[in-house]
């Protein structure tokens, strides 16, 4: 029996879903990533690296041939596009002129241009008909499951995670073995369980995150209670306010009791601040004028240095998105998640960040889609339609 048009567009967001959450399992089970900063793994194999290129390319082609089009487009989606076809052709580019091949920004491009169709179709996620509460929250327990059993792991047998040193700061991050972008996910569950009273699984975010010891994940969770303050200061609620209170009371007391454990930590990572703080960038008039592309963990700087003069309009798009983020209360979880995404990319690089680069683009697809469309209406997902 053939599958209609709905079942099999479903089967395939289905699969890219899994795909994006499982496919770096594969750091932590086989010990993959870069010998330079993990001493006990090895350097991820090529045709590894290029297979979730080829699965989701399969698997999102499938997913856009059974979608319903039209021959309208947002003029964002141009904008978008130009911005993107700049950065494409820079690095083309930088190839030619300097021999220098940087496949991070290439594959943040990669994913925009493999999603254009979705910028023409009349569906979106919003329509599927799927219980995202359901994906979201079987997402959390794998991935909480899996960081448990890191930690377990660790404290049984000793093995490391990547970015754990013998003797020294153990950091860790699931089986994703990312303990940045892990922890900035953990940040994410800790307000979207909170708001549906889920307290224990944003309890074991909490405690995720400090397991992190990022940086990153650490000034986003404190970021994100004034983020919650504007966003919800109208419709005042006693217990965001004692939580408030609470959690910066908290914070206080664990600086207080483990000063000396926190200054060590501090002491351990301040070459790294320290060179990210103070990395000196080449000023282009134009692109690759005196320089090759430059890399910084704040992606604004670096874009900004690499894409001059363009860059002026790609940093005005990223400001435009941050702002409509207060626009409303709609769309609550959705705008919470730019606002990670686009806060973090202040101090590391989100676009370079498989699978938040990914998962970012395809609803960013779908948030200026919304502008024009109440998918609303139609939607029978109550966790992603307006709450008040």
């Known amino acids: 029996m053939l599958l209609s048009k709905t079942r099999l567009r479903n089967i395939a967001f289905l699969t890219s879903f899994y795909t994006l959450l499982f496919y770096n399992f594969h750091r932590y089970i086989f010990k993959y990533n870069a010998e330079g900063t993990s001493p006990t793994y090895a350097n991820t194999p090529l045709l590894w690296k290029i297979s979730k290129y080829i699965i989701l390319s399969g698997v999102v082609g499938i997913f856009l041939i059974v979608l319903s089009y039209n021959r309208k487009i947002n003029k964002w989606f141009l904008v978008i596009g130009c911005m ?107 307000y979207y369980f909170l708001r549906r009273n889920g307290y224990v699984l944003a309890g074991i975010a909490v405690a995720s995150i400090v397991l992190t010891f990022s940086f990153t994940a650490y000034l986003l969770f404190l970021l994100s209670i004034i983020y919650w303050t504007i966003t919800t200061y109208k419709t005042y609620n006693k217990k965001w306010a004692l939580l408030g209170v609470s959690i910066f009371v908290l914070l206080a007391c664990i600086f207080v009791y483990y000063f000396d454990l926190i200054m060590s930590l501090y002491e351990i990572k301040a070459d790294s601040v320290s060179e990210h703080l103070t990395r000196k960038m080449i000023f282009n008039l134009l692109p690759l004028q005196n320089s090759s592309l430059q890399f910084s963990e704040n992606w604004y700087e670096s874009s900004f240095y690499n894409y001059f003069p363009f860059s002026i309009a790609i940093h005005a798009g990223f400001l435009l998105l941050l702002l409509t983020l207060f626009r409303n209360r709609q769309y609550k979880d959705l705008k919470f998640f730019f606002f990670l995404f686009i806060t973090a990319s202040g101090f590391f690089s989100m676009l370079y960040t498989f699978p938040l680069n990914f998962i970012f683009i395809f609803l960013l697809i779908d948030y200026i889609k919304s502008f024009t469309v109440s998918y609303l209406k139609t939607s029978n997902d109550y966790s992603i339609q307006p709450q008040y």
Do not use: Q
């Not at 083309?92 to 220098?100: C, F, K, S, T």
């Not at 754990?164 to 996910?185: A, C, H, K, M, T």
């Open 84 to 190: 993107v076809g700049v950065v494409l052709v820079v690095n083309v580019l930088n190839y030619l002129i300097y021999g220098a091949f940087d496949t991070e920004e290439i594959e943040y491009c990669y994913w925009f241009f493999l999603l254009i169709p979705y910028c023409f179709s009349e569906n979106s996620v919003f329509t599927m008909g799927l219980n995202y509460h359901k994906l979201i929250t079987f997402a959390a327990y794998v991935l909480f499951l899996s960081n448990a059993i890191a930690v377990a792991n660790y404290y049984l047998t000793g093995r490391l995670p990547a970015l754990g040193y013998e003797g020294g700061l153990v950091r860790f991050g699931g089986f994703w073995d990312d303990p940045n972008s892990f922890g900035i996910v953990c940040v994410f569950y800790f």
